[in-house]
C-alpha cells in the first residue's frame, strides 16, 4: 500500500489552475512589486478584515520585520513561547533582541495571560503569541488587554493559522501585527516562499513598505534603520490570488478530517486538540502519547507518516544556549517528548483517513490500551 504522506501538494493543489496566473505575471513581463502584489495584498487584507498587507519574502521575514517596525532593537527582551519552532526566535535573534520564553497551556500548547503576566518587566518590548498547529490562542484577547495597558505591542505568528476565526475576528486582526508565512504546506501556500504582515495601523505599514526594500523612504533614501531586501514576487502573488478564494473551502476540510480523528480517538489514551471550531483551522493535527517512538513505528509500517512539531524547545537548542535567569517551562519541555502529527490536508481521501483512523486505534489494542 502506498504511504500516506503526512502532507500532499500534488493532492492539496489538484485541479488548480496554475498556468493562467503565472501567464498572466509573464505576459507582464513585471516580475517585481507590481500589479498582483498590490492586488493581493488588497485582497488578503480584506480577508482577514485589517486595513493593510505588505507581501514579505518568507513568514521569518515577517516576524523580523514586524518587530523591528514596532522598534524591537538590539538589546530588547521580547516574551514568545519556547514550543514553536524557534521561528520566532531565530527572528528575535536576527535583530539581536533577547527572547524570554513563558510556558504554555497544557491542552492548547497556547501561551497563557497567567504565565505572560509574570514574565513582564521593564526590559519587555514586545510580545509574540504563535497559534500553533492552526489554533488560536484562546487568551489572545486578555493578552492583547494586558499588553495594551503596558503599551506592548502584539505580534501575531499566524503562519499555521490563516482564516482560524473567533466572534467574526480572524487570525492576524487582534494584535498590532500579524506575520503570516505562505510556505507551500500553509494552508494558504504559494509555489515557492511567502510570507505578509497585516495591521490596521497605517504608519506600520509604511514602515514595513520600506524595510522590505532596503530602509528606503523612496528610491536610494535610506531612512529606516534595519532594512532588508524582502519581497513577495509577482508570480507567487498570483498564485495566492488565485487560492485565496479557496482558503475558507480549504480549511472546512482540514477540519473534518481532525474531527473524524478525534471522534474515532475519543476513548484511547491520547490527547487531541483542544478545538474543533471555527478557531481551528488544522494546519497540523498533533496528538499527545507516550511511547512516541512505539507509536510512529507502529504507523510507519502500516505505511503512514508522521512528524513531530517540535521536538526540541526554542531555550534547548544548542547554537543558543539559555539566559541564566530563564526558569523551567515544564509543559513545553514535557509536550516537545509526547507530541506527534498525523497526515491532515485538503485533498486526503476517506478512505485514507480510514487507514490512519484503523491503524492508531490498532496500535492501542495490541498494546492492551
Ligand atoms: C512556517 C512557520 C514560520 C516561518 O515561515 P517561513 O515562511 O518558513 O519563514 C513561522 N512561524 C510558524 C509558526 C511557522 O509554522
Given at each position: 500500500m502506498p504511504t500516506i504522506p503526512l502532507f500532499?501538494?500534488?493532492?492539496?493543489?489538484?485541479?488548480?489552475?496554475?498556468?493562467?496566473?503565472?501567464?498572466?505575471?509573464?505576459?507582464?513581463h513585471w516580475y517585481i512589486l507590481g500589479a498582483e502584489l498590490a492586488a493581493f495584498e488588497r485582497e488578503f487584507a480584506e480577508y482577514c478584515?485589517?486595513?493593510?498587507?505588505?507581501?514579505?519574502?518568507?513568514?521569518?521575514?515577517?516576524?523580523?520585520?514586524?518587530?523591528?517596525?514596532?522598534?524591537?532593537?538590539?538589546?530588547?527582551?521580547?516574551?514568545?513561547?519556547?514550543?514553536?519552532?524557534?521561528?520566532?526566535?531565530?527572528?528575535?535573534?536576527?535583530?539581536?533582541?533577547?527572547?524570554?520564553y513563558v510556558d504554555v497551556d497544557t491542552n492548547t500548547l497556547t501561551m497563557t495571560v497567567e504565565q505572560l503576566e509574570l514574565s513582564l518587566s521593564s526590559s519587555t518590548k514586545a510580545i509574540i503569541v504563535t497559534h500553533l498547529y492552526g489554533q488560536l490562542a484562546p487568551d489572545l484577547d486578555s493578552i492583547v488587554a494586558v499588553a495594551g495597558k503596558a503599551g506592548l505591542p502584539v505580534i501575531e505568528d499566524?503562519?499555521?493559522?490563516?482564516?482560524?476565526?473567533?466572534?467574526?475576528?480572524?487570525?492576524?486582526?487582534?494584535?498590532?501585527?500579524g506575520c503570516f508565512s505562505f510556505y507551500p504546506t500553509k494552508n494558504l501556500g504559494a509555489v515557492g516562499d511567502g510570507g505578509a504582515v497585516v495591521t490596521n495601523e497605517p504608519s506600520l505599514a509604511a514602515r514595513l513598505q520600506g524595510l522590505r526594500q532596503y530602509g528606503w523612504s523612496s528610491k536610494y533614501h535610506v531612512a529606516l534603520e534595519g532594512g532588508r531586501n524582502s519581497r513577495l514576487d509577482e508570480l507567487q502573488a498570483a498564485i495566492l490570488r488565485a487560492k485565496l478564494p479557496l482558503l475558507d473551502t480549504w480549511n472546512a476540510a482540514r477540519r473534518d478530517i481532525a474531527r473524524r480523528y478525534s471522534e474515532a480517538f475519543s476513548g484511547l489514551p491520547v490527547k487531541c486538540p483542544n478545538s474543533l471550531g471555527d478557531d481551528y483551522v488544522a494546519h497540523l493535527y498533533v496528538l499527545q502519547v507516550s511511547a512516541r517512538e512505539a507509536f510512529r513505528n507502529s504507523l510507519q509500517t502500516k505505511g503512514i507518516a508522521t512528524d513531530i512539531h517540535y521536538p526540541i524547545a526554542d531555550h534547548l537548542q544548542e547554537a543558543y544556549p539559555c539566559r541564566p535567569n530563564q526558569g523551567p517551562l515544564p509543559v513545553s519541555e514535557q509536550t516537545c517528548k509526547q507530541v506527534v502529527s498525523l497526515p491532515c490536508y485538503p485533498g486526503l481521501e476517506a478512505d485514507k483517513v480510514d487507514r490512519v483512523i484503523h491503524a492508531v486505534q490498532s496500535y492501542f489494542n495490541q498494546a492492551g490500551g
Open positions: 500532499s501538494a500534488q493532492a492539496a493543489n489538484a485541479g488548480l489552475d496554475f498556468l493562467s496566473p503565472i501567464t498572466r505575471v509573464l505576459d507582464s478584515g485589517v486595513g493593510h498587507c505588505v507581501g514579505l519574502a518568507n513568514g521569518t521575514d515577517a516576524l523580523e520585520l514586524g518587530l523591528r517596525a514596532v522598534g524591537v532593537k538590539a538589546g530588547d527582551e521580547v516574551v514568545l513561547a519556547a514550543n514553536a519552532g524557534f521561528y520566532g526566535s531565530t527572528a528575535v535573534r536576527q535583530i539581536g533582541a533577547i527572547p524570554l499566524c503562519a499555521q493559522a490563516h482564516g482560524a476565526k473567533r466572534n467574526g475576528k480572524r487570525a492576524g486582526s487582534f494584535g498590532t501585527i
